[in-house]
């Protein structure tokens, strides 16, 4: 397809498959940027939030245990359901949906991956510029004094209680995720808003596109004049603006992707 424009080549698939449509378009794009959400976690082994009878919040008010209320209400009970979730997650692997987003970023492909996960897998995927808009399990912090723990040494500092307690202040330590009722870090938004008004294409994955302010994002590359490409499965409110749409397992589509590159 040497000497097609770029409408020619994405025209000559549009009729045909999804996947190898987006390839062009990557493939044609100067900026892209992904924007990932916890559908593309499900593969490996991590539920979403409110899917039926396997969400995280199906057995559980999330305002009785994940809001910033509750853990300075009831810090033990707060632990409690964190703690074993954090070590589960700890364990978790990168899935071939985040290795195809870290192989598209080390072809020089992909700018940078906006997530809303706090699991870590993009960065052990490979990724190297990995926007966390929701925090990550990678470390807590005392909310007294702000020492920071690792969360390889978090354990090591619980008290009898179930509590951990600051070594330096015996302060609360609370994990550096983004609770209901917290404000979504101030320099983690601002990149991801100058990333997405920047990109000529936002590649939104594994998102439903409903939690504010993060649904937001998608709109300031429609008003910059960038396009979207919706990899996930159910419906999106981008849906009918998306430039594509590709609806099957985000490993299986995104890895057809990078083949027809």
Known sequence: MTGLSRQ??????????????????????SSVVALTGAGIS?????????????GLWED????????????????????SFYRPRFADLADKQPNGAHSALAELEARELLAAVITQNIDR???RA???????????IASSSCTTCGTSYPLESVGEIFDSDGVPTCACCMGKVKPDVVLFGELLPEDAMAEAQELCADAD?????????EVHPVAGLPGLTLAAGGRLAVVTQGP????????????GDVVGELQSVLAAI
């Open 8 to 29: 020619s080549r994405e025209a000559s698939v549009a009729d045909g498959d999804a996947a190898a449509r987006l390839a062009v378009m990557i493939r044609e794009a």
């Open 42 to 54: 499900v593969p490996s082994g991590i539920p979403d939030f409110r899917t039926p009878g396997k």
């Open 60 to 79: 559980v008010d999330p305002m009785e245990v994940a809001h910033i209320d509750a853990f300075h209400r009831d810090t033990k009970r707060f632990w």
């Open 121 to 123: 897998l993009h960065s």
């Open 126 to 136: 490979g990724s190297e510029r990995v926007v966390e808009v929701h925090g990550s």
């Open 201 to 209: 294409l936002l590649l939104c994955v594994g998102s439903s596109l």
């Open 236 to 247: 999106t409110p981008y849906d009918d603006v998306a430039a594509v749409k590709l609806g």
